[in-house]
Each structure stands twice: as C-alpha cells, then as structure tokens.
C-alpha cells in the first residue's frame, strides 16, 4: 500500500485535522500500547464515511474500524491498512420524551450523565462502562447485571458497500458479550435507546454506588483495557487468577493487578508483547491448576 497516495485521495474526503499517517496507535486505546497504523482517519458525517469505505473497497484495502479503544489490545508492529475511529468526531446525541438518540462515538459516561439529567432510568450499569456506544453494541457490553441490550431499540449500521441498515433489538441477537454485529462487516453509526422516567436522587444514588464499587475494586488508575477474561461459565476468572497466586505477577511493564486480578495492567512502560506474554501465562497457568482455558475479552489486533 502506498501511504502517501492513499493519505492524498483521502483528503479528499476529510479534512487534514482528520487523517494522519504512521499514527502511533498507543495515543487511541486504553492500554496505552501498540505501534503505529498506515493511516488512520476520523469521518464527520455519514456520508464521510461512506465515501471512505468506498474509496477503500476500490482499491481492496485492509481496515479497521474503533471507536474508544477500551478494549483494544494493538500488537507492536501496528495496523496496516486504513483504521476509521469513531470518538469525538462522531459522537452527537440528543434525548427527547424516554428516547436517546445517539451516534457511535458517544461516550457511555456521557450517555450516562445526560439521562440523569432528565430522570431517566435504565443506563445506570452501563454508563460507568469506559468505551463508546458503538463498541458497547457490538459486544453487547453489560456490567453489575445490567447489559445494554436490555436498552436498545434500534440500531443504524452501514455495511462495507456505504449502505445503511436498521436492525431491531431481535434483529441484533444480543449474547453475553455478542450480538450479530461483533463479527459481522456492518458499522455502527447509531442507536436508539429506550429508558424509564425514574426518580432523580435515586438515578443519582445508584450511580454513585457503583462508581464508589468501581473505584474500590478495580485498577482504574493505570492503563487497562478493562476485564482482560471473559467470565468462564460457573466461575469468575479473577478468583481463578487469584488462586493460581497470581495477584501482582509482572513481566516486564505488565502486571496482574494487585486490586484485581481480573485486570491486566500497564504499570508504566509495557509493550504489548509485554501484555501479551503475562496473558498467556496466566491463561497457562489456570489451565494447569484448574483445566479450565480462559479466553480474552480485550480484543487484539495488528502485527508483532
């Protein structure tokens, strides 16, 4: 792929502030890792982005798509191809009547805060969740029992070809930590969200607590992309970790939290090798102890 070529026909498309070359992928993900991609451009309007999928499947370009990055591990060698992130740049929303409405690059934080606003019930466990709308949908993300599905009405995607797509809450077939999209081509550009009218203080309250759960227990003063395993079925992965006498085991700039074990941390200077060497020692050493193999719920992406 020629960078220069493609950063030139891009800009085209959006404007310089949006479009970089040889971007250092540790400035767009929670872990603070990862080498740089051969470019990385930030669309405005839909029709931005239409224009780049179309211009990418022309010349048959690799890409990716992110939004936040909190669950995200980007090897050392970086991305090659084209990364489109959804944050800033696309992340409107308004709320009228119980209805959000909202794009991909919405902060769930924000999401959170605004339905607190006016009243609204129903986003509490998920808006303390560190990642943007369009991720959250597509992992069906969910914590302290409440998963966003239960919140969705409907969901607009557009697919590889820059047409758009409405799928219902049925239509996405919402999992544990899935739904129709998490494999799929299709990208998310927005999501209608149906809440409660709710009592203020409570909201309030109950937002309050699981934040106060959250700063407790969880390593949110260092670089993570949050539970690193998936919950195996019967047990809780951060138990497991923890009884193999794991708790604070570091490799290089990696560790397994000492607050929780669930959590692996970048303490400092960790690469993703780093990262990914202290996972598969842990995933090792569960199995060894307990035969059960943990599986990653952090993504990881790109080249050693």
Avoid: W
């Amino acid at each position: 792929m020629n960078k220069e070529l493609v950063y030139n026909d891009l800009l085209k498309i959006v404007d310089k502030e949006d479009i970089k070359i040889d971007e250092p992928m540790k400035k767009h993900i929670s872990f603070r890792v990862g080498g740089p991609a051969d470019i990385l451009v930030r669309p405005r309007t839909e029709e931005q982005l239409s224009g780049i999928l179309k211009y990418i499947n022309e010349n048959n370009l690799p890409y990716l798509i992110i939004g936040n990055g909190s669950n995200l591990l980007i090897k050392d060698g970086g991305i090659r191809g084209v990364v489109i992130e959804f944050g800033d740049n696309f992340n409107k929303f308004e709320i009228e009547g119980n209805t959000i409405k909202a794009q991909a690059g919405a902060l769930l934080a924000a999401i959170g805060k605004a339905a607190l606003r006016e009243s609204l019930t129903g986003f509490e466990c998920i808006s303390g969740i560190p990642g943007s709308l369009g991720g959250a949908l597509a992992m069906n993300a969910g914590a302290y029992g409440g998963e966003i599905k239960s919140v969705v009405k409907s969901v607009r995607a557009m697919n590889p070809q820059g047409e758009i797509f409405e799928f219902t809450n049925e239509q996405m077939k919402f999992e544990y930590r899935r739904s129709m999209l998490t494999n799929s081509d299709y990208i998310v550009l927005s999501a209608e969200l149906e809440l409660k009218k709710g009592n203020y203080d409570e909201i309030k309250e109950f937002m309050a607590d699981l934040t106060n759960r959250r700063v407790s227990k969880q390593p949110l003063n260092l670089p993570s992309a949050g539970s690193t395993f998936k919950r195996p079925e019967g047990y809780f992965a951060g138990k497991l970790i923890d009884d193999c006498g794991l708790r604070g085991l570091t490799l290089r700039g990696a560790q397994v939290s000492e607050k929780h074990c669930g959590f692996v941390v970048n303490i400092g200077d960790a690469t993703a090798k780093d990262i990914l060497d202290l996972i598969y020692v842990v995933k090792s050493t569960v199995l060894n102890k307990f035969g059960i193999m943990l599986e990653e719920e952090v993504k990881i992406l790109g080249e050693d």
